[in-house]
């Protein structure tokens, strides 16, 4: 184990530099950011939930997955953003249709799809494999500020930004035009038909999902 170094010492703390408070990003803050899926252990391949990505509460029976999205560029670069996107929801369909809503923008925006685009490539490129070809992903959202569950403000990424918003091309970037992975996931819930600019993110345990 390495020794500590003279000005980092573990019995005395005068010296060590005061705790930094981060303020709140503000609302509607548009960014770039890398998706990460913290794994709950919790697989269904019926659904083809695999690779232990989804994770499932032992209290309400509600299924997602667990993001960290991690902001890439600008004055906000490296700080950190959680939320859960709904997959199922014992109470109902809605949470499960607001994650995958999300999901969609989500592809679209990483893989510069325009929503309305129904070519077959555009479909082809709003399919995965399982859950893995999400982490890691990179694609824009909209940050927003919402009261958590003591009544705290929080930041929340609110909506994945999409190639028909005029802000996507600057934010995003040259989008990589590598092959998209055929064949694979589909839930078994309908597909989301509307074409809108942000689809929401379920940033917040619903009250369907408590």
């Not at 170094?5 to 930094?20: G, H, L, M, P, V």
């Not at 232990?52 to 509460?57: F, I, K, M, N, Q």
């Not at 569950?149 to 035009?177: C, F, H, T, W």
């Not at 809108?196 to 345990?205: D, E, G, I, N």
């Amino acid at each position: 184990m390495n020794s500590t170094s003279n000005n980092a010492a573990w019995n005395d703390f005068n010296d060590a530099e005061e705790q930094r408070e981060f303020a709140l990003i503000p609302p509607k803050t548009l960014a770039k950011v890398i998706m990460t899926i913290r794994p709950g252990g919790y697989d269904d391949p019926s659904q083809g939930w695999i690779g232990g990505y989804a994770t499932r509460s032992d209290k309400t029976g509600a299924v997602y997955l667990n993001a960290k999205f991690t902001i890439l560029e600008g004055p906000f670069a490296k700080r950190v953003v959680f939320g859960l996107i709904g997959l199922y929801s014992p109470k109902g369909p809605d949470w499960t249709n607001m994650g995958r809503s999300f999901l969609r923008a989500i592809l679209n925006s990483a893989r510069g799809i325009h929503p309305a685009d129904q070519t077959p490539q555009a479909q082809t490129a709003r399919r995965i494999r399982g859950f893995a070809d999400l982490d890691g992903v990179e694609f824009v959202v909209r940050i927003d500020v919402e009261k958590d569950q003591n009544g705290e403000d929080k930041n929340v990424v609110k909506a994945a930004i999409q190639p028909d918003s005029k802000e996507y091309a600057a934010l995003m970037g040259a989008v990589s035009r590598a092959p998209v992975p055929t064949g694979g996931f589909c839930s078994s819930a309908p597909a989301a038909h509307a074409a809108t600019p942000a689809a929401p993110a379920v940033s917040t345990r619903p009250t369907w999902a408590q």
